[in-house]
């Protein structure tokens, strides 16, 4: 009756944890990277809410600061107008986009954002 196991037992199962443990922090690694962007995606689509506004079509192919296009907000804090002007955008503005015949009128634009995480968006006039 054996009491030990071989040195080459105890080698294998030294390389298939070693495989498994490495696995394993490959996926953590993927989950930590897939969080930071998905993080960074919501932050910038919090931060596009901001260009939304009726007056950002007058800066089509333009790029601007929150600051300068909410500038009729009339922001009074130091510390809130500096945050609105790191927040830049590449604004640029489609042209009308057909949409059929319908019983009223309505025009249709296409608002797209241009950053590190850009994002379209679409605005209807009637």
Excluded: C, W
């Excluded at 990277?33 to 089509?60: C, H, P, W």
């Amino acid at each position: 009756m054996r009491k030990a196991f071989t040195l080459m037992e105890i080698m294998v199962s030294v390389v298939l944890i070693s495989i498994v443990v490495l696995g394993i922090v490959k996926i953590q690694k993927e989950n930590i990277y897939m969080a930071k962007y998905i993080a960074g995606r919501v932050q910038a689509e919090l931060s596009n809410t901001l260009f939304l506004g009726k007056s950002t079509m007058k800066y089509d192919k333009d790029e601007k600061d929150a600051y300068t296009v909410l500038s009729h907000l009339k922001v009074k804090k130091l510390e809130s107008r500096e945050l609105l002007k790191k927040i830049k955008r590449k604004i640029h503005i489609s042209d009308p986009i057909p949409i059929g015949e319908l019983p009223i009128p309505i025009e249709l634009k296409a608002i797209m954002l241009k950053s590190e995480y850009s994002g379209r968006f679409y605005r209807i006039k009637y």
